[in-house]
T-cell receptor, first 114, second 113 residues
Framework: NAGVTQTPKFQVLKTGQSMTLQCAQD?????MSWYRQDPGMGLRLIHY???????DQGEVPNGYNVSRSTTEDFPLRLLSAAPSQTSVYFC?????????????FGPGTRLTVL | DQQVKQNSPSLSVQEGRISILNCDYT??????FLWYKKYPAEGPTFLIS?????DKNEDGRFTVFLNKSAKHLSLHIVPSQPGDSAVYFC????????????FGQGTTLQVKP
């Protein structure tokens, strides 16, 4: 099993550009989430999904879109990048039900917006 | 408002001694708590968890204590090893069990040989 994979590892964008961060898991997990990590702020939840076709907002959803058309994939879209979105982004997945909260994380995408 | 707080940004201990990392929370609906460990340039990895029906959970060198009345949990590492040097995050989730975790800011642990 590859676990949770994220692409790209690094990305530099100019203000106003759009892009999609990819996330995939091969563990047949129901739940998937996106977090951003900023110095002194810990990990903050952006969006999450409890199954294909179902998504919801987390703590910091503004400027990001998600969709979940398959169980395996959960892409995160930046509509118009801003310098405030410079961060490290982590995707995570978990089984659902009683084990929902033990999330498995991908290696992260480091994004810089100029 | 930060619902999960780790008030110590860093901690330094000597190899072989005990490391104690602390975490406070404000939301009384939280019923499941986890600790994650993170090395640089890697994603967080799950370390240990505790349900609100317990006050202690042990796994090898790692023990988590939960004090519900004080809304406080702590992670004890005994004995500490240099390989334990990492950032430690505590996290919490509500009874709704949606897979939605709220994380603290993290504490950087340095274990000196």
């Amino acid at each position: 099993n590859a676990g949770v994979t994220q692409t790209p590892k690094f990305q530099v964008l100019k203000t106003g550009q759009s892009m999609t961060l990819q996330c995939a898991q091969d563990m047949n997990h129901e739940y998937m989430s996106w977090y951003r990590q900023d110095p002194g702020m810990g990990l903050r939840l952006i969006h999450y999904s409890v199954g294909a076709g179902i998504t919801d907002q987390g703590e910091v959803p503004n400027g990001y879109n998600v969709s979940r058309s398959t169980t395996e994939d959960f892409p995160l879209r930046l509509l118009s990048a801003a310098p405030s979105q410079t961060s490290v982004y982590f995707c995570a997945s978990s089984y659902g039900g009683g084990r929902a909260d033990t999330q498995y994380f991908g290696p992260g995408t480091r994004l810089t917006v100029l | 408002d930060q619902q999960v707080k780790q008030n110590s940004p860093s901690l330094s201990v000597q190899e072989g001694r005990i490391s104690i990392l602390n975490c406070d929370y404000t939301n009384s609906m939280f019923d499941y708590f986890l600790w994650y460990k993170k090395y640089p340039a890697e994603g967080p990895t799950f370390l240990i968890s505790i349900s609100s029906i317990k006050d202690k959970n042990e796994d090898g060198r790692f023990t988590v204590f939960l004090n519900k009345s004080a809304k406080h949990l702590s992670l004890h590492i005994v004995p500490s090893q240099p390989g334990d040097s990492a950032v430690y995050f505590c996290a919490a989730s509500e009874r709704s069990n949606t897979g939605k975790l709220i994380f603290g800011q993290g504490t950087t642990l340095q274990v000196k040989p």
